[in-house]
Protein backbone atom coordinates (compact mmCIF):
# COMPACT_ATOMS: atom_id res chain seq x y z
CA UNK A 1 0.00 0.00 0.00
CA UNK A 2 2.72 2.17 0.84
CA UNK A 3 4.44 1.92 -2.45
CA UNK A 4 1.23 2.71 -4.15
CA UNK A 5 0.62 6.06 -2.45
CA UNK A 6 4.65 6.66 -3.05
CA UNK A 7 4.02 5.35 -7.26
CA UNK A 8 0.71 7.96 -7.03
CA UNK A 9 2.67 10.54 -5.50
CA UNK A 10 5.28 10.36 -8.18
CA UNK A 11 2.42 10.32 -10.83
CA UNK A 12 1.02 13.13 -9.59
CA UNK A 13 4.26 15.51 -9.42
CA UNK A 14 4.98 14.09 -13.14
CA UNK A 15 1.68 15.26 -14.33
CA UNK A 16 1.92 19.06 -12.11
CA UNK A 17 5.64 19.13 -14.25
CA UNK A 18 4.30 18.06 -17.77
CA UNK A 19 1.88 20.97 -16.97
CA UNK A 20 3.81 23.46 -15.55
CA UNK A 21 6.06 22.84 -18.53
CA UNK A 22 3.09 23.69 -20.79
CA UNK A 23 2.52 26.55 -19.55
CA UNK A 24 5.40 27.84 -19.84
CA UNK A 25 5.99 26.38 -23.25
CA UNK A 26 2.56 27.97 -24.16
CA UNK A 27 3.10 31.39 -22.29
CA UNK A 28 7.18 31.93 -23.65
CA UNK A 29 5.57 30.94 -27.41
CA UNK A 30 2.71 33.38 -26.92
CA UNK A 31 5.05 35.85 -25.27
CA UNK A 32 7.56 35.29 -28.03
CA UNK A 33 5.48 36.05 -30.85
CA UNK A 34 4.26 38.85 -29.20
CA UNK A 35 7.76 40.11 -28.88
CA UNK A 36 8.79 39.48 -32.66
CA UNK A 37 4.98 41.35 -33.99
CA UNK A 38 5.81 44.20 -31.45
CA UNK A 39 9.46 44.55 -32.45
CA UNK A 40 8.78 44.30 -36.18
CA UNK A 41 6.45 46.97 -35.46
CA UNK A 42 8.65 49.12 -33.75
CA UNK A 43 11.26 48.53 -36.67
CA UNK A 44 9.00 49.79 -39.16
CA UNK A 45 7.36 52.89 -36.68
CA UNK A 46 11.14 53.65 -36.67
CA UNK A 47 11.97 53.32 -40.24
CA UNK A 48 8.62 54.93 -41.64
CA UNK A 49 7.47 57.55 -39.29
CA UNK A 50 8.96 57.96 -35.72
CA UNK A 51 13.54 58.35 -38.01
CA UNK A 52 11.43 60.90 -40.98
CA UNK A 53 9.70 62.50 -37.81
CA UNK A 54 12.69 63.39 -36.24
CA UNK A 55 14.70 64.17 -39.10
CA UNK A 56 12.05 66.90 -39.78
CA UNK A 57 12.12 68.22 -36.46
CA UNK A 58 15.97 68.25 -36.69
CA UNK A 59 16.13 70.05 -39.85
CA UNK A 60 13.43 73.17 -38.74
CA UNK A 61 15.59 72.97 -35.30
CA UNK A 62 18.51 73.43 -37.79
CA UNK A 63 16.99 76.21 -39.10
CA UNK A 64 15.88 78.12 -35.96
CA UNK A 65 19.37 77.78 -34.32
CA UNK A 66 22.30 77.37 -37.01
CA UNK A 67 19.85 78.95 -39.91
CA UNK A 68 19.00 82.29 -37.92
CA UNK A 69 22.55 84.08 -39.14
CA UNK A 70 20.80 84.22 -42.63
CA UNK A 71 18.60 86.14 -41.27
CA UNK A 72 20.37 88.54 -39.04
CA UNK A 73 22.88 88.58 -42.16
CA UNK A 74 20.10 89.52 -44.30
CA UNK A 75 18.90 92.19 -41.83
CA UNK A 76 22.72 93.91 -42.01
CA UNK A 77 22.60 93.78 -45.58
CA UNK A 78 19.58 96.06 -45.77
CA UNK A 79 19.88 98.00 -42.97
CA UNK A 80 19.59 101.47 -43.61
CA UNK A 81 22.32 102.69 -41.41
CA UNK A 82 25.10 100.71 -42.75
CA UNK A 83 24.12 101.55 -46.06
CA UNK A 84 24.33 104.78 -45.49
CA UNK A 85 27.87 104.73 -43.05
CA UNK A 86 29.72 103.21 -46.41
CA UNK A 87 28.36 105.85 -49.00
CA UNK A 88 29.16 108.60 -46.37
CA UNK A 89 32.68 107.16 -47.11
CA UNK A 90 33.03 105.07 -44.05
CA UNK A 91 34.32 108.22 -41.63
CA UNK A 92 33.23 106.88 -38.09
CA UNK A 93 34.84 103.50 -37.33
CA UNK A 94 33.73 103.57 -33.87
CA UNK A 95 29.87 104.07 -35.39
CA UNK A 96 30.46 100.27 -37.00
CA UNK A 97 32.00 98.79 -34.61
CA UNK A 98 29.64 99.30 -32.25
CA UNK A 99 27.15 98.45 -34.64
CA UNK A 100 28.72 94.69 -35.21
CA UNK A 101 29.56 94.50 -31.46
CA UNK A 102 25.54 95.54 -31.14
CA UNK A 103 25.16 92.47 -33.56
CA UNK A 104 27.20 89.97 -32.22
CA UNK A 105 26.05 90.11 -28.65
CA UNK A 106 21.97 90.42 -29.51
CA UNK A 107 22.44 87.53 -31.98
CA UNK A 108 24.64 85.26 -29.50
CA UNK A 109 27.04 84.79 -32.58
CA UNK A 110 30.99 83.95 -32.76
CA UNK A 111 31.69 86.95 -34.91
CA UNK A 112 30.03 89.78 -36.92
CA UNK A 113 31.49 91.43 -39.91
CA UNK A 114 31.33 94.37 -42.49
CA UNK A 115 33.81 93.93 -46.14
CA UNK A 116 33.78 96.77 -48.23
CA UNK A 117 34.19 96.54 -51.84
CA UNK A 118 35.82 100.30 -52.12
CA UNK A 119 37.96 100.85 -49.01
CA UNK A 120 38.99 96.60 -48.69
CA UNK A 121 38.86 96.95 -45.23
CA UNK A 122 37.36 93.85 -43.02
CA UNK A 123 35.43 95.78 -40.20
CA UNK A 124 34.37 93.52 -37.03
CA UNK A 125 33.42 94.37 -33.91
CA UNK A 126 37.22 95.67 -32.32
CA UNK A 127 37.58 97.74 -35.42
CA UNK A 128 39.59 97.13 -39.01
CA UNK A 129 40.35 93.29 -38.85
CA UNK A 130 42.71 93.92 -42.46
CA UNK A 131 42.89 94.89 -45.61
CA UNK A 132 41.52 92.27 -48.15
CA UNK A 133 43.38 91.30 -51.65
CA UNK A 134 42.34 89.47 -54.41
CA UNK A 135 45.76 87.47 -54.44
CA UNK A 136 45.61 86.60 -50.70
CA UNK A 137 43.89 82.87 -50.54
CA UNK A 138 41.71 83.54 -47.62
CA UNK A 139 40.03 86.59 -49.22
CA UNK A 140 38.76 84.16 -52.00
CA UNK A 141 35.61 83.89 -50.60
CA UNK A 142 35.07 87.84 -50.84
CA UNK A 143 35.14 87.86 -54.67
CA UNK A 144 33.31 84.43 -54.75
CA UNK A 145 30.31 86.80 -53.29
CA UNK A 146 30.88 89.31 -54.92
CA UNK A 147 30.59 87.35 -58.09
CA UNK A 148 27.80 85.11 -57.29
CA UNK A 149 23.69 85.28 -58.27
CA UNK A 150 22.50 84.81 -55.24
CA UNK A 151 21.96 86.95 -52.92
CA UNK A 152 24.12 85.37 -50.13
CA UNK A 153 26.01 82.12 -49.53
CA UNK A 154 26.47 80.02 -46.50
CA UNK A 155 30.01 78.45 -45.94
CA UNK A 156 32.00 77.20 -43.58
CA UNK A 157 36.09 78.51 -43.08
CA UNK A 158 38.33 79.57 -40.25
CA UNK A 159 37.24 82.60 -39.03
CA UNK A 160 40.58 84.98 -38.31
CA UNK A 161 39.16 87.45 -35.82
CA UNK A 162 38.50 84.05 -33.27
CA UNK A 163 41.82 82.21 -33.60
CA UNK A 164 41.09 80.58 -36.98
CA UNK A 165 38.18 78.33 -35.22
CA UNK A 166 36.40 75.90 -37.86
CA UNK A 167 32.94 78.79 -38.70
CA UNK A 168 30.00 78.62 -40.58
CA UNK A 169 29.60 82.21 -42.17
CA UNK A 170 26.70 83.61 -43.49
CA UNK A 171 27.92 86.09 -46.67
CA UNK A 172 25.34 88.86 -47.37
CA UNK A 173 25.76 90.92 -50.43
CA UNK A 174 25.38 94.86 -49.02
CA UNK A 175 23.86 96.70 -52.26
CA UNK A 176 23.49 100.76 -52.71
CA UNK A 177 19.98 101.42 -52.89
CA UNK A 178 20.48 101.43 -56.93
CA UNK A 179 21.43 97.60 -57.06
CA UNK A 180 25.69 98.80 -56.73
CA UNK A 181 27.62 96.41 -54.88
CA UNK A 182 29.06 97.90 -51.80
CA UNK A 183 30.50 95.05 -49.63
CA UNK A 184 29.85 91.96 -47.79
CA UNK A 185 28.28 91.30 -44.54
CA UNK A 186 27.31 88.65 -42.22
CA UNK A 187 27.89 86.58 -38.76
CA UNK A 188 29.11 83.49 -38.10
CA UNK A 189 28.44 80.54 -35.51
CA UNK A 190 31.70 78.60 -34.41
CA UNK A 191 31.38 74.54 -34.89
CA UNK A 192 32.07 73.80 -31.82
CA UNK A 193 27.93 75.87 -30.40
CA UNK A 194 26.77 74.04 -33.53
CA UNK A 195 28.39 70.46 -32.58
CA UNK A 196 26.83 71.72 -29.43
CA UNK A 197 23.42 71.88 -30.53
CA UNK A 198 23.89 68.67 -32.26
CA UNK A 199 24.29 67.05 -29.26
CA UNK A 200 21.42 68.64 -27.67
CA UNK A 201 19.43 67.26 -30.50
CA UNK A 202 20.65 64.13 -29.30
CA UNK A 203 19.65 63.83 -26.47
CA UNK A 204 16.19 65.12 -27.06
CA UNK A 205 15.40 62.74 -30.12
CA UNK A 206 17.98 60.02 -29.45
CA UNK A 207 19.51 59.73 -32.83
CA UNK A 208 22.79 60.59 -34.03
CA UNK A 209 23.20 63.79 -36.37
CA UNK A 210 25.60 65.08 -38.93
CA UNK A 211 26.30 67.65 -40.89
CA UNK A 212 28.03 66.56 -44.43
CA UNK A 213 29.80 68.45 -47.07
CA UNK A 214 29.85 68.04 -50.94
CA UNK A 215 33.29 66.24 -50.82
CA UNK A 216 31.39 63.89 -48.13
CA UNK A 217 33.48 65.03 -45.19
CA UNK A 218 31.83 64.84 -41.82
CA UNK A 219 31.86 68.58 -40.57
CA UNK A 220 29.70 68.76 -37.84
CA UNK A 221 28.70 65.86 -35.71
CA UNK A 222 27.07 64.38 -32.38
CA UNK A 223 29.44 61.95 -32.14
CA UNK A 224 33.13 62.69 -31.01
CA UNK A 225 35.47 62.92 -34.18
CA UNK A 226 37.24 59.91 -33.82
CA UNK A 227 34.61 57.86 -33.84
CA UNK A 228 32.97 59.71 -36.72
CA UNK A 229 36.08 59.11 -39.19
CA UNK A 230 35.30 55.27 -39.03
CA UNK A 231 31.93 55.98 -41.25
CA UNK A 232 33.56 57.67 -44.31
CA UNK A 233 33.38 54.78 -46.64
CA UNK A 234 29.62 54.20 -45.86
CA UNK A 235 29.32 58.19 -46.13
CA UNK A 236 30.16 57.72 -49.94
CA UNK A 237 27.99 54.83 -50.49
CA UNK A 238 24.99 56.84 -48.82
CA UNK A 239 25.23 59.95 -50.29
CA UNK A 240 25.46 58.47 -53.61
CA UNK A 241 22.50 56.16 -53.41
CA UNK A 242 20.71 59.74 -52.36
CA UNK A 243 21.35 61.35 -55.21
CA UNK A 244 21.06 58.91 -57.65
CA UNK A 245 17.98 56.92 -56.09
CA UNK A 246 16.97 59.66 -53.87
CA UNK A 247 16.70 57.18 -51.18
CA UNK A 248 16.22 59.18 -47.89
CA UNK A 249 15.71 56.18 -45.29
CA UNK A 250 18.63 54.03 -45.74
CA UNK A 251 19.94 50.97 -43.58
CA UNK A 252 23.27 49.50 -42.83
CA UNK A 253 24.98 46.91 -40.76
CA UNK A 254 28.14 47.72 -38.49
CA UNK A 255 29.25 45.17 -35.62
CA UNK A 256 26.59 42.88 -36.20
CA UNK A 257 23.77 45.50 -35.35
CA UNK A 258 21.77 47.61 -37.52
CA UNK A 259 21.55 51.32 -38.17
CA UNK A 260 18.84 53.31 -40.15
CA UNK A 261 19.98 56.75 -41.41
CA UNK A 262 17.63 59.58 -42.66
CA UNK A 263 19.00 61.93 -45.25
CA UNK A 264 18.22 65.46 -46.50
CA UNK A 265 20.47 67.92 -48.39
CA UNK A 266 19.89 71.51 -46.33
CA UNK A 267 20.31 73.96 -49.55
CA UNK A 268 21.10 76.98 -47.26
CA UNK A 269 24.25 75.28 -45.66
CA UNK A 270 25.12 73.19 -48.92
CA UNK A 271 25.46 70.35 -46.54
CA UNK A 272 23.86 66.79 -46.52
CA UNK A 273 22.04 66.30 -43.19
CA UNK A 274 22.21 62.65 -41.58
CA UNK A 275 20.05 61.70 -38.77
CA UNK A 276 21.06 58.16 -37.47
CA UNK A 277 19.27 55.62 -34.91
CA UNK A 278 20.32 52.38 -33.93
CA UNK A 279 17.58 49.91 -34.13
CA UNK A 280 18.16 48.02 -30.99
CA UNK A 281 18.39 50.38 -29.10
CA UNK A 282 14.59 51.27 -29.63
CA UNK A 283 13.58 47.71 -29.37
CA UNK A 284 15.65 46.91 -25.97
CA UNK A 285 12.67 48.15 -24.04
CA UNK A 286 10.66 45.70 -25.83
CA UNK A 287 13.19 42.83 -25.24
CA UNK A 288 13.79 44.06 -21.60
CA UNK A 289 10.31 43.99 -21.20
CA UNK A 290 9.87 40.13 -22.81
CA UNK A 291 12.63 38.61 -20.92
CA UNK A 292 11.10 40.10 -17.21
CA UNK A 293 7.70 39.08 -18.78
CA UNK A 294 9.68 35.30 -18.47
CA UNK A 295 11.28 35.86 -15.36
CA UNK A 296 8.25 36.80 -13.78
CA UNK A 297 5.59 34.22 -15.26
CA UNK A 298 8.37 31.24 -14.19
CA UNK A 299 8.68 32.51 -10.66
CA UNK A 300 4.97 32.82 -11.02
CA UNK A 301 4.67 29.23 -12.21
CA UNK A 302 7.50 27.65 -9.84
CA UNK A 303 5.56 29.48 -6.90
CA UNK A 304 2.10 27.93 -8.10
CA UNK A 305 3.92 24.89 -8.31
CA UNK A 306 5.11 24.73 -5.34
CA UNK A 307 1.93 25.35 -3.56
CA UNK A 308 0.25 22.94 -5.12
CA UNK A 309 3.19 20.43 -4.08
CA UNK A 310 2.59 21.60 -0.46
CA UNK A 311 -1.16 21.08 -1.19
CA UNK A 312 -1.08 17.64 -2.53
CA UNK A 313 1.46 16.70 0.25
CA UNK A 314 -0.86 17.98 3.16
CA UNK A 315 -4.21 16.26 1.02
CA UNK A 316 -2.15 13.34 0.64
CA UNK A 317 -1.06 12.89 4.45
CA UNK A 318 -4.48 13.86 5.11
CA UNK A 319 -5.79 10.72 3.65
CA UNK A 320 -3.41 8.41 4.48
CA UNK A 321 -4.72 10.13 8.16
CA UNK A 322 -7.97 9.13 6.96
CA UNK A 323 -7.28 5.64 5.70
CA UNK A 324 -5.40 4.60 9.06
CA UNK A 325 -7.78 6.66 11.68
CA UNK A 326 -11.19 5.47 13.03
CA UNK A 327 -13.90 7.97 11.86
CA UNK A 328 -15.98 8.25 15.37
CA UNK A 329 -13.27 7.91 17.76
CA UNK A 330 -10.00 9.49 15.97
CA UNK A 331 -8.19 6.05 16.88
CA UNK A 332 -6.10 4.01 14.64
CA UNK A 333 -8.44 1.59 12.71
CA UNK A 334 -7.77 -1.65 11.67
CA UNK A 335 -5.58 -1.35 8.66
CA UNK A 336 -3.20 0.86 10.78
CA UNK A 337 -3.08 -1.91 13.19
CA UNK A 338 -2.53 -4.56 10.83
CA UNK A 339 0.50 -2.38 9.72
CA UNK A 340 2.04 -1.25 12.98
CA UNK A 341 1.34 -5.26 14.40
CA UNK A 342 3.19 -6.65 11.37
CA UNK A 343 6.05 -4.49 12.01
CA UNK A 344 6.18 -5.06 15.86
CA UNK A 345 5.88 -8.83 15.76
CA UNK A 346 8.90 -9.20 13.60
CA UNK A 347 11.05 -6.00 14.90
CA UNK A 348 14.82 -7.46 16.21
CA UNK A 349 15.32 -4.44 17.96
CA UNK A 350 15.78 -5.36 21.81
CA UNK A 351 12.96 -2.63 23.08
CA UNK A 352 11.00 -4.10 20.49
CA UNK A 353 10.85 -7.66 22.07
CA UNK A 354 8.25 -7.31 24.79
CA UNK A 355 5.48 -7.17 23.12
CA UNK A 356 1.59 -6.94 25.09
CA UNK A 357 -1.40 -6.82 23.01
CA UNK A 358 -4.71 -5.88 24.76
CA UNK A 359 -8.59 -6.51 23.74
CA UNK A 360 -11.21 -4.93 25.65
CA UNK A 361 -14.92 -4.35 24.54
CA UNK A 362 -17.97 -2.30 26.61
CA UNK A 363 -20.28 -4.49 28.84
CA UNK A 364 -23.99 -4.66 27.89
CA UNK A 365 -23.36 -2.35 25.14
CA UNK A 366 -25.83 -3.38 23.10
CA UNK A 367 -28.17 -3.17 26.04
CA UNK A 368 -27.10 0.81 26.15
CA UNK A 369 -27.84 0.91 21.96
CA UNK A 370 -30.91 -0.17 22.25
CA UNK A 371 -32.52 1.71 25.66
CA UNK A 372 -30.43 4.91 24.73
CA UNK A 373 -29.95 5.21 21.31
CA UNK A 374 -26.83 5.39 19.05
CA UNK A 375 -26.13 8.96 19.37
CA UNK A 376 -25.60 7.91 23.36
CA UNK A 377 -23.80 4.79 22.20
CA UNK A 378 -21.46 6.59 19.76
CA UNK A 379 -20.70 9.59 22.72
CA UNK A 380 -19.90 6.45 25.28
CA UNK A 381 -17.64 4.97 22.44
CA UNK A 382 -15.65 8.87 22.35
CA UNK A 383 -15.14 9.16 25.76
CA UNK A 384 -13.97 5.78 26.30
CA UNK A 385 -11.35 6.19 23.18
CA UNK A 386 -10.41 9.83 25.34
CA UNK A 387 -10.01 7.94 28.83
CA UNK A 388 -8.19 5.08 26.22
CA UNK A 389 -5.41 7.50 24.73
CA UNK A 390 -4.85 9.01 28.08
CA UNK A 391 -4.16 6.18 30.23
CA UNK A 392 -1.76 4.82 27.98
CA UNK A 393 1.47 5.86 26.22
CA UNK A 394 2.06 7.94 23.38
CA UNK A 395 4.18 4.75 22.16
CA UNK A 396 1.24 2.62 22.34
CA UNK A 397 -1.04 1.89 19.43
CA UNK A 398 -4.46 2.11 20.20
CA UNK A 399 -7.58 0.99 18.00
CA UNK A 400 -10.88 0.41 17.54
CA UNK A 401 -11.20 -2.86 16.04
CA UNK A 402 -15.00 -2.37 15.49
CA UNK A 403 -18.25 -2.07 17.22
CA UNK A 404 -17.17 -1.51 20.97
CA UNK A 405 -14.61 -3.39 20.89
CA UNK A 406 -11.16 -1.72 21.19
CA UNK A 407 -7.51 -3.18 20.54
CA UNK A 408 -3.91 -2.01 21.79
CA UNK A 409 -0.55 -3.00 20.77
CA UNK A 410 2.57 -1.81 23.63
CA UNK A 411 6.07 -2.85 22.62
CA UNK A 412 8.73 -2.71 25.13
CA UNK A 413 6.83 -3.29 27.95
CA UNK A 414 6.45 -6.41 30.82
CA UNK A 415 3.48 -8.08 31.15
CA UNK A 416 2.78 -6.94 35.03
CA UNK A 417 3.15 -3.24 33.77
CA UNK A 418 0.78 -3.65 30.84
CA UNK A 419 -1.74 -5.27 33.87
CA UNK A 420 -1.28 -2.54 35.94
CA UNK A 421 -1.98 0.26 32.83
CA UNK A 422 -5.13 -1.73 32.15
CA UNK A 423 -6.05 -1.72 35.70
CA UNK A 424 -5.94 1.48 35.49
CA UNK A 425 -7.73 2.18 32.43
CA UNK A 426 -11.01 -0.22 33.88
CA UNK A 427 -11.18 2.40 37.09
CA UNK A 428 -10.82 5.31 34.82
CA UNK A 429 -13.48 4.06 32.71
CA UNK A 430 -15.86 2.91 35.58
CA UNK A 431 -15.11 6.70 37.56
CA UNK A 432 -16.08 8.39 34.51
CA UNK A 433 -18.34 11.15 35.44
CA UNK A 434 -19.19 11.91 31.42
CA UNK A 435 -19.98 8.27 31.19
CA UNK A 436 -22.07 8.26 34.47
CA UNK A 437 -23.89 11.40 33.17
CA UNK A 438 -24.86 9.61 29.94
CA UNK A 439 -26.66 6.81 31.17
CA UNK A 440 -27.07 7.41 34.96
CA UNK A 441 -25.25 4.31 35.60
CA UNK A 442 -21.78 2.54 35.62
CA UNK A 443 -19.98 1.52 32.41
CA UNK A 444 -17.18 -1.52 32.57
CA UNK A 445 -15.30 -3.31 30.58
CA UNK A 446 -13.79 -6.67 29.86
CA UNK A 447 -10.20 -7.14 28.70
CA UNK A 448 -7.92 -10.09 27.54
CA UNK A 449 -4.39 -9.88 27.91
CA UNK A 450 -1.63 -11.61 26.51
CA UNK A 451 2.31 -11.31 26.51
CA UNK A 452 4.23 -12.61 23.16
CA UNK A 453 6.15 -15.49 24.32
CA UNK A 454 6.66 -18.18 21.54
CA UNK A 455 3.91 -17.37 19.19
CA UNK A 456 5.01 -18.43 15.46
CA UNK A 457 2.57 -15.56 14.20
CA UNK A 458 1.11 -12.12 15.31
CA UNK A 459 -2.30 -13.93 14.24
CA UNK A 460 -1.76 -16.65 17.20
CA UNK A 461 -0.67 -13.84 19.63
CA UNK A 462 -3.92 -11.98 18.84
CA UNK A 463 -6.02 -14.86 18.76
CA UNK A 464 -5.01 -15.95 22.65
CA UNK A 465 -5.49 -12.25 23.79
CA UNK A 466 -9.18 -12.98 21.95
CA UNK A 467 -9.65 -15.92 23.74
CA UNK A 468 -8.92 -14.59 27.37
CA UNK A 469 -11.32 -11.58 26.21
CA UNK A 470 -13.93 -14.43 25.59
CA UNK A 471 -12.74 -15.92 28.82
CA UNK A 472 -13.20 -12.58 30.86
CA UNK A 473 -16.87 -12.25 29.51
CA UNK A 474 -17.51 -15.98 30.33
CA UNK A 475 -16.56 -14.93 34.16
CA UNK A 476 -18.61 -12.29 34.48
CA UNK A 477 -17.44 -9.55 32.96
CA UNK A 478 -15.70 -6.51 34.47
CA UNK A 479 -12.68 -8.83 34.29
CA UNK A 480 -9.29 -8.72 33.22
CA UNK A 481 -7.72 -12.32 32.07
CA UNK A 482 -4.24 -12.57 31.37
Known sequence: MLINNTNNFLYQYKILIIIGLLLFV????????????ATDLAKNELKYKSLPLSSDNVYSEIQRDILKPNLVSSLMAQDTFMINWMLNGEQN?????TYLSTIKNKYNT??????????RKYYYPKGILKEISPNEKRDIWFYRVK?????????????????????????YKVKDFNGNFLGATGVGLK??????LLKTYKKKYNHEIYLINKDNKILISSKDTQEVQTKKGFINQ??????????????YYKNDEKYVLNIRFIDELNLYLFVEAKEGYFIKELEETFYINILIFSIIILIITIFIILY???????????????????LDNRHSFDLIFEEL??????????????????????????????????KVLIEIAYIFKKTFRNSDTLVRWGGDEFVALLPNIKKEKAYNLTKELCKNISNNKTLFNLLNQTITISVGLHSKKDEVSKEELFDKADKNLYKAKQKGKNIIVW
Request: charged content about 30%; aromatic content about 12%; cysteine-free.
Open 26 to 37: GFFTTSFFSYKI
Open 93 to 97: INEIT
Open 110 to 119: SSSFLVSDKT
Open 147 to 171: SIVDEYESNIDIDLAQNDSITIFTN
Open 191 to 196: TSHVSD
Open 238 to 251: AINTFNKKDLKTQE
Open 312 to 330: IKYQQELLRDIAKTDKLTS
Open 345 to 378: FNSQREDEKDLVILIFDVDNFKKINDKFGHIIGD
